[in-house]
């Protein structure tokens, strides 16, 4: 763990407070010289859940289990959780920027769009080249992100909700529970119940992209794990996955 830490010498918190989030909520943990931030969430559910998303360390417990034994667990895990944290701060400094503004290119479905403020229409709206926002010229970067990220969302929720009912229908399995992501470290995830975590920044990414990784969760509905038949089962559904992983591989998420 030394190693670790002292990627964080000049950060006494190495996990990020999420705004607003409420006090019961949020809570520290020392690991050695490292202040540790995390969002406790109870849950009912039956094992100690750990992960990374926007907000920084998110622990999900059981109601009934103490926070000695919560913080035993991330002491257990630490190696784990510094390392994603590690990857989390790295990657930070390398995601793609946008310039939140009039004129603004927005990275969709592969390509680009460029951002327009006009505040005599009722709502967001896209074309090939262009997401027109109902904002006035003046707005706020924030203002103007807010809009965008919405408009990104319902896109991600109507294009995903499509390719998994298509996904699923050719795996032979129900499309089942599922929903957007915000992780940081991930672009899907497919829970031990079956439920799909797709990250809502996929739109971003060409529909190859998006399609494998939709075809990678949905492979793992049948096979919870890395082995040679959940990787058949990915190319009998995906064929092309190779050079769309690679792709995603190199491709940091985006802001």
Not at 176 to 184: H, K, P
Not at 189 to 202: E, K, V
Not at 224 to 239: A, I, K, T, Y
Not at 240 to 250: D, I, S, T, Y
Request: proline share 5%; hydrophobic share 40%.
């Amino acid at each position: 763990m030394n190693q670790q830490l002292k990627l964080f010498d000049d950060m006494p918190l190495v996990s990020p407070v999420k705004p607003g989030l409420p006090t019961a909520r949020r809570r520290s943990l020392q690991l050695g010289t490292v202040v540790l931030n995390y969002e406790l969430k109870r849950a009912r559910r039956r094992t100690i859940g750990l992960s990374i998303s926007d907000g920084g360390l998110v622990i999900a417990a059981p109601r009934w289990v103490g926070i000695t034994e919560i913080e035993n667990v991330i002491r257990e895990k630490s190696r784990w959780v510094l390392n994603k944290l590690t990857e989390w701060q790295e990657r930070q400094h390398r995601l793609p920027q946008v310039c939140w503004q009039d004129g603004g290119r927005l990275p969709y479905l592969g390509a680009e769009l460029v951002l327009r403020l006009d505040p005599t229409v009722a709502e967001a709206r896209g074309d090939d080249s262009h997401l027109v926002l109902p904002l006035a010229a003046n707005a706020s970067s924030e203002q103007v992100r807010d809009r965008a990220q919405a408009w990104l969302q319902q896109q991600a929720q109507q294009r995903f909700a499509e390719r998994m009912a298509f996904y699923c229908a050719h795996a032979g399995v129900a499309v089942g529970r599922w929903r957007l992501s915000t992780a940081r470290t991930r672009w899907g995830s497919c829970s031990a119940d079956g439920t799909i975590r797709l990250n809502w920044r996929l739109i971003h990414m060409s529909a190859d992209v998006i399609d494998y990784v939709i075809a990678h969760e949905i492979a793992h509905r049948k096979e919870l794990n890395h082995g040679p038949d959940f990787w058949r089962m990915v190319e009998s559904l995906f064929p092309e996955f190779r050079a769309a992983e690679a792709l995603l591989k190199r491709h940091p998420l985006i802001d």
